[in-house]
T-cell receptor, first 111, second 116 residues
Framework: RKEVEQDPGPFNVPEGATVAFNCTYSNSASQSFFWYRQDCRKEPKLLMSVYSSGNEDGRFTAQLNRASQYISLLIRDSKLSDSATYLCVVNGVQAGTALIFGKGTTLSVSS | DTGVSQDPRHKITKRGQNVTFRCDPISEHNRLYWYRQTLGQGPEFLTYFQNEAQLEKSRLLSDRFSAERPKGSFSTLEIQRTEQGDSAMYLC??????????????FGEGSRLTVL
């Protein structure tokens, strides 16, 4: 089983849509969880951390389910500028506190 | 200091040659990471340092790869006897780790390696 698994998509949605991504992780001892965003041909950048109680940042909501070992990202009222690859990130099994990235989920928002 | 810088940005080499990449992290950051990314994949962890100590190295990483961070500032990643499968974007990231928390990763723009 891969350490971090994501549905690669692509997710093609119209502007204004709500879209949700899920990610599962294998290490039940993981403590740190993040969503990063990567634009085409650019480096990844932190979108938001994921806390046990769930957290929201504007149109973005992240949730963590430790029992099922999955993380979700919800984007409401999608904008064209949300088109990117969203990377689920967890501290890994073999790598101690080093962060392990999923393959990413590609989102394309169209007008 | 505007961020993480990597050099060179692009490197084309012939199979069997050695290559070295350099990363200069954000100056106050104590952690430095190396990742490799190929098209359609997420960044793959290679190794990371806390100050000058190499704390973890991926078990999947070939012995041809070696990284150093001699003074706890810049780091180098060397690939010996390159193979075509080494072609990828090599990403460096740094963070300010605090009380066991890794901190936000700030990535450089990457060094793209093409092995012919």
């Amino acid at each position: 089983r891969k350490e971090v698994e994501q549905d690669p998509g692509p997710f093609n949605v119209p502007e204004g849509a709500t879209v949700a991504f899920n990610c599962t992780y294998s290490n039940s001892a993981s403590q740190s969880f993040f969503w990063y965003r990567q634009d085409c041909r650019k480096e990844p950048k932190l979108l938001m951390s994921v806390y046990s109680s769930g957290n929201e940042d504007g149109r973005f909501t992240a949730q963590l389910n430790r029992a099922s070992q999955y993380i979700s990202l919800l984007i409401r009222d999608s904008k064209l500028s949300d088109s990117a690859t969203y990377l689920c990130v967890v501290n890994g099994v073999q790598a101690g506190t080093a962060l392990i990235f999923g393959k990413g989920t590609t989102l394309s928002v169209s007008s | 200091d505007t961020g993480v810088s990597q050099d060179p940005r692009h490197k084309i080499t012939k199979r069997g040659q050695n290559v070295t990449f350099r990363c200069d992290p954000i100056s106050e950051h104590n952690r430095l990471y190396w990742y490799r990314q190929t098209l359609g994949q997420g960044p793959e962890f290679l190794t990371y340092f806390q100050n000058e100590a190499q704390l973890e190295k991926s078990r999947l990483l070939s012995d041809r790869f070696s990284a150093e961070r001699p003074k706890g500032s810049f780091s180098t990643l060397e690939i010996q006897r390159t193979e075509q499968g080494d072609s990828a974007m090599y990403l460096c990231a740094s963070s300010l780790a605090n009380r066991g928390q890794g901190g936000e990763l700030f990535f450089g723009e990457g060094s793209r390696l093409t092995v012919l």
